[in-house]
């Protein structure tokens, strides 16, 4: 028996051998039967050739390739592919040091590219994507975030000259909310799109005092971690995700085995060559992003102020669209005697309750990851259903999804790291069928409000005391509810569910879903999922709750930022758009509020949107000369040079015939409604955006008007000066705070005040009173054309 084993070990042992295959290509090596095992050699026919480790036919440990065209890896090999850590020199002189997942880079690494420039962060799937710190040869420098091998989300850059720029970026270009630090120590805190600043915003010259960045970032939702300007995000997975260190990644290589390579060499010798140039070729990040110098502030930003003698009290409000200032104010900040000596004296104003103390401080990141947790589980639960119509038992109190979720998981709920929750979800088919109604996918649904991404919290100053959350795509909307407002939206949701089925145009909130979460203590929070009406490229630079009344409804101007939603009385502009559009609109809002009215609802909201276009005749005034910068011209490796010339449509927006496939399809929550006529053009029509796109014109969505602005005497004799005083606009409207329900007993508490004050000064009023204010104030909103 000793004698047979030891014959048998013989035959298995790695025999060291040359064998020539019938395509001429060569190994050289140890051999396990007839594969390659070991150590070994191989030459292709094109003269590439690999040193190292295989297993079982496989290039499989460490090893070394080099090609025909002087590239070269070495590194880790798994099943036939570069994987786990690796360097590669390119043939024109490029360097990669880092992760590599089947010949693709991903994961950390640092990439010097031919002409100097040096990128150093995360890559996925052979791009540059996450985090990450590229170089110009110029002496540019950016550090952030990256997606799709663009700057992409929160990031820094600085120029050569000394400006920086601390913000956001979509595709390469500057966009959303950001802090510019001019060379010479001038600061502007504002918003930019697509490159261009375009919104609110401060100038502070050089010299003048400015808010430090972590007091400005908090005024827009920042936390002091300094992670993000305008949001926090959570994701089901977030705390699943791990960066490997290089010796783990390393282990984790040479722990694979994939099969099946070495009995088709010719699969891996006929892609040598192309894998030389694929893995070798890689642009640098210069192509993909705007080399025009701007700046913002990094997280150091009270260096350059610490420097320079504040001896300026000005500084400039300003308001751009697509770069055009649009108005400027004067404004001087040394304060007076008066508000000094008021500042002495403070009172701490009392904090509402909310719903911090549920989640012990980290309600934020609890709250997000339970919405997600419940609604993943019930839209999954509901959608295999086969589809039919509602039933009365639709509506009624058993028409519930219950749940529990403990922290461990359970034979039904996955483990997770949030708090142990019970879950309610309400009327699930309803829902389900109002989400096909409006040509909702549930996997579509669930990837916007449940995917990676996580969601968004949005700061509110309104009343209510909601709390609202922002989907990743803008898509949808959370709000937290009241539990007099969830009784009044399912006692109404028989009728709504009729009156949407009946109004495809309908400007009424779009419900999705309504959930409950109950804590353990019997703490509940509920929320209702809606769509949000103001999902678009555009950006909204103004927005308004008009309500036709005029008791507290204005605005303080000294409490206005960037995204403050405005007031009845602070609305200085008439709305002029198409007949058709026009008589559309009226007629929906009469349907509208009739339904409202039978429902007993009042204290509803008209939500405005409106989107500002640049004409032509501002193309001399893109920026006042004292924020005007040196736009020096920035060679870059890919000849891209800085931004030149701006260039300003001629007309802000055109009317065109609706053409189906030139206009977007992509799902949402405005995809379901009709494509309006407009009475210009006598058939349905498309909103036409020279220099940003092609629109379908829907009841509340994309529509083209003239704003014409009221100027007051105020106005003309104050430093805020306006430039023009008509605008071509698109706006986006819907009725909102629909779970107000009228009670008896506040008409009598009100009747005294209705004798002594005009209708339009009372903010609650019967329900018939309210539609009736409601549409004469829309009339002078939307007056007929003259």
């Not at 095992?37 to 079982?56: I, L």
Request: charge should be positive; aromatic fraction near 10%; hydrophobic fraction near 30%.
């Amino acid at each position: 028996m000793v004698l047979f084993r030891h014959l048998l070990d013989i035959e298995d042992r790695e025999s060291i051998d040359k064998k020539v295959l019938s395509n001429g290509e060569v190994y050289n090596g140890t051999f396990k039967g007839t594969l390659p095992h070991g150590k070994g050699k191989y030459m292709w026919c094109d003269g590439a050739v690999y040193k190292g480790d295989w297993e079982e036919g496989k290039m499989t440990g460490k090893g070394q390739i080099l090609w025909p065209s002087g590239a070269k890896y070495e590194g880790d090999f798994s099943g036939g592919y570069l994987h786990g850590i690796g360097t590669l020199i390119g043939y024109d002189g490029s360097e990669y040091r880092g992760a590599w997942r089947m010949n693709i880079r991903h994961g950390l690494g640092r990439k010097q590219y031919c002409n100097l420039d040096v990128y150093e962060g995360s890559w996925k799937e052979g791009r540059r994507e996450g985090c990450g710190g590229y170089s110009w040869n110029s002496g540019n420098t950016y550090i952030g975030n990256w997606k799709g091998g663009k700057i992409c989300g929160r990031g820094v850059m600085k120029w050569e000259n000394g400006d920086i720029f601390d913000g956001f970026w979509l595709n390469g270009l500057r966009h959303g909310s950001g802090v510019y630090r001019f060379a010479d120590g001038g600061y502007y805190f504002g918003m930019w799109s697509m490159g261009l600043k375009d919104g609110k915003g401060t100038f502070y010259p050089a010299g003048t005092e400015h808010p430090s960045l972590r007091r400005w970032c908090s005024s827009l939702g920042c936390y002091e971690s300094g992670r993000n300007l305008l949001s926090h995000s959570s994701s089901l997975n977030s705390e699943k995700a791990r960066v490997l260190n290089p010796n783990v990644m390393r282990s984790l290589s040479e722990r694979m085995s994939i099969s099946g390579i070495f009995k088709d060499s010719g699969r891996f010798s006929l892609g040598t060559a192309s894998l030389d140039e694929n893995l070798s070729h890689c642009s640098p990040a210069s192509e993909f992003i705007c080399r025009e110098p701007s700046c913002m502030l990094s997280q150091p930003s009270d260096e350059g102020q610490n420097g320079v003698q504040v001896n300026c009290t000005i500084i400039y409000e300003r308001e751009y669209m697509q770069g055009v200032l649009r108005n400027e104010r004067v404004r001087n900040t040394e304060p007076s005697r008066k508000t000094k000596q008021r500042n002495k004296f403070h009172v701490k104003e009392a904090k509402r309750k909310s719903y911090v103390d549920i989640f012990q401080g980290h309600w934020s990141y609890y709250l997000m990851l339970s919405l997600q947790l419940g609604i993943r589980y019930t839209v999954g639960k509901i959608t295999p259903v086969p589809r039919r119509g509602v039933r009365d038992s639709d509506f009624g109190d058993r028409a519930r999804i219950r749940m529990y979720f403990p922290r461990k998981g359970s034979q039904f709920t996955p483990p997770h790291y949030s708090v142990d929750f019970y879950w309610k979800d309400y009327c699930p088919m309803v829902f389900r069928n109002l989400r096909e109604m409006f040509k909702l996918d549930a996997a579509e649904y669930m990837m916007s409000i449940c995917g990676d991404d996580g969601l968004t919290e949005l700061s509110s100053s309104g009343k209510s005391g909601s709390i609202f959350f922002l989907s990743h795509d803008d898509r949808f909307v959370i709000k937290t509810l009241k539990k007099s407002e969830l009784k009044t939206l399912l006692k109404m949701l028989p009728e709504y569910y009729s009156h949407v089925g009946n109004c495809a145009n309908t400007l009424i909130t779009k419900f999705f879903g309504v959930h409950r979460l109950t804590l353990r203590g019997g703490k509940k929070v509920r929320f209702v999922v809606m769509g949000n009406m103001f999902c678009t490229e555009l950006r909204i630079h103004g927005r308004y709750d008009l309500k036709g009344s005029t008791q507290g409804r204005y605005t303080d101007k000294d409490k206005v930022g960037e995204n403050t939603t405005l007031k009845d009385l602070d609305l200085a502009y008439e709305f002029h758009m198409d007949m058709m559009l026009r008589e559309t609109l009226f007629k929906q809002l009469s349907l509208d509020c009739s339904f409202l009215e039978s429902q007993q609802i009042i204290d509803y909201s008209l939500l405005l949107g409106i989107h500002f276009r640049a004409p032509e005749q501002l193309r001399a005034i893109l920026e006042p000369p004292a924020t005007m910068l040196n736009h020096a011209t920035l060679a870059t490796s890919d000849g891209i040079n800085s931004q030149g010339k701006l260039l300003i449509p001629p007309k802000g927006l055109l009317l065109v015939t609706h053409e189906p496939s030139s206009v977007s399809n992509t799902p949402g929550p405005h995809i379901r409604g009709d494509t309006l006529k407009a009475d210009s053009l006598g058939e349905e029509a498309d909103l036409f955006l020279p220099g940003t796109g092609r629109l379908r014109v829907q009841l509340g969505v994309n529509m083209p008007a003239q704003a014409s602005h009221k100027l007051t005497q105020d106005e003309v004799d104050s430093a805020e000066i306006e430039l023009f005083e008509v605008y071509d606009v698109v706006l986006y409207m819907g009725i909102i705070d629909i779970l107000q329900e009228y009670k008896v007993k506040k008409k009598v508490e009100h009747a005294c005040k209705s004798l002594k004050f005009d209708p339009l000064s009372i903010s609650i009023v019967e329900p018939r009173l309210y539609a009736k204010r409601f549409v004469n104030f829309m009339h002078k909103v939307f007056p007929q054309p003259p």
